[in-house]
């Protein structure tokens, strides 16, 4: 009688790294179920169990045949990452371009961008950051209206979060200098 053959995941787990992608068909379809029932997204759902499908294999080595079953602990990490997402999903909201004005109600007066937005429609603000280069607009959108912090939007972007930073610097002001005429015609 011969020795019953290994899981993907333990051959994927003692080093066998093109052993994932079996762990990924196996697991796919079961992940994506959970993910959905918290969720109730299929597109948050699908983003949950990519995120939760990078953290099994960055965390493979802390699973513990003794405490349980592979697939519960696959399970569980799924679960945990859709619970993580409506967390966050709850701390901030997406907020649209065309919400620019409501969104950002007056909080300094003093501020400059703060009195442009409070004048301008959304289409204004479209327009502007339609000017910007690809790379400016790119972290105004994700800093702004996806609500993301510059340090996640440098993660995101492979890139360092100075320069994330420079470049949403950058962004603004060159919104806030085209804004600039919208905003004395408005006055």
């Known amino acids: 009688m011969s020795a019953p053959a ?3 995941f333990l051959l994927f787990r003692s080093g066998h790294a093109d052993a994932f992608d079996a762990v990924v068909a196996e697991y796919t379809g079961p992940a994506y179920a959970v993910a959905v029932q918290v969720l ?8 949950a169990v990519q ?3 990078v953290r099994v294999w960055q965390r493979a080595r802390m699973f513990d045949p003794e405490r349980g ?8 990490i ?31 007066p003093s501020d400059t961008w703060q009195l442009v937005l409070a004048g301008l429609t959304g289409e204004h603000v479209k327009q502007a ?3 910007l280069p690809e790379e400016q607009q790119q972290v105004v ?20 979060e100075g320069t994330v930073r ?19 015609a408005l006055e």
């Open 78 to 108: 799924v679960r945990n990452q859709a619970i993580d997402v409506l967390r966050k999903r709850a701390r901030t909201p997406e907020r649209s371009i065309d919400d620019t004005p409501a969104v950002y109600a007056l909080r300094d």
């Open 40 to 47: 109730r997204d299929a597109a948050l759902a699908e983003e």
């Open 166 to 184: 420079s470049r949403l610097r950058l962004g603004l002001h060159k919104l806030r200098d085209s804004l600039a005429p919208v905003r004395e």
């Open 69 to 76: 079953a592979e697939r519960s602990w696959i399970l569980s």
């Open 141 to 160: 959108v994700r800093t702004y209206y996806q609500g993301k912090r510059p340090v996640d939007v440098a993660r995101e972007l492979g890139l360092p």
């Open 6 to 8: 290994a899981s993907p």
């Open 51 to 53: 995120d939760a499908f």
């Open 129 to 131: 950051l339609a000017g």
